[in-house]
């Protein structure tokens, strides 16, 4: 199995010390992954610490949710400028070498593994695939922010890689890959009868996160590939 050592991209959540404003989207957006939308209140935030001067500037859960989710949707970006910047640098340049173009792919399916399995980032995660219980007009707004900045440039590479190039198999690779890592983040449960099942040991992230990584890189190359194995 590798490992993996790339350095890690900035963290979606940041670090630091909060600001009232900081921590009561960070409690609406807890609130909505765990608890959704219809079973929040303004009220119900103020009741699980969120700065009352904070909350008092909304008038509607629904504007305070929408302002939560916008400011999500800025920090998802940034963190994914951070994860995406060589694919990109590499997509610009011509993607002319398709072992750096491995490379790179490798490199930035890890970084979205990291992300994604970050404790701190899961509600982000949650939210995203939990879309339908939102009001319609708030429902894309974390999803349309990961396609553009990790889904679409994960599909490019992966086209820039292919020996066979054809842009709608790499787009719903993407997507598989998107898809197959929410499913291990909405569902620990998999990640804990994994271990639990056939060592009885605690689940081991760090391992999960490096098997996910080599999977995908290599169905990757086996479904580009002029011979295919199968």
Not at 4 to 15: A, K, R
Not at 41 to 50: D, F, N, Q, V
């Amino acid at each position: 199995m590798p490992n993996f050592n790339y350095e890690n991209p900035t963290n979606i959540h940041g670090g630091g010390v909060q600001t009232g404003e900081e921590r009561l989207f960070s409690l609406v957006l807890d609130a909505l992954a765990y608890d959704g939308y219809q079973n929040m209140t303004l009220e119900g935030i103020l009741s699980r610490g969120a700065d009352p001067e904070a909350v008092g500037r909304y008038e509607s859960w629904e504007a305070l949710c929408e302002r939560a989710l916008t400011d999500a949707a800025e920090r998802v970006t940034l963190a994914y400028e951070s994860a995406t910047e060589g694919a990109r640098a590499y997509l610009s340049a011509g993607g002319c070498s398709r072992d750096e173009g491995l490379k790179q792919l490798e490199r930035l399916i890890y970084r979205h593994i990291y992300l994604c399995f970050h404790p701190k980032n899961r509600s982000y995660v949650l939210v995203a695939a939990g879309e339908s219980q939102l009001p319609q007009h708030l429902q894309r707004i974390l999803p349309d922010v990961l396609h553009r900045q990790f889904g679409s440039v994960l599909g490019e590479l992966i086209t820039a890689v292919s020996e066979v190039k054809n842009a709608q198999m790499s787009a719903m690779m993407a997507c598989s890959i998107c898809g197959a890592v929410n499913i291990f983040v909405q569902q620990p449960i998999y990640c804990r009868n994994l271990f639990v099942g056939e060592t009885r040991e605690k689940p081991n992230y760090a391992v999960i996160e490096d098997y996910l990584n080599n999977y995908f890189l290599r169905a990757v190359v086996a479904n580009t590939a002029i011979n295919k194995p199968f």
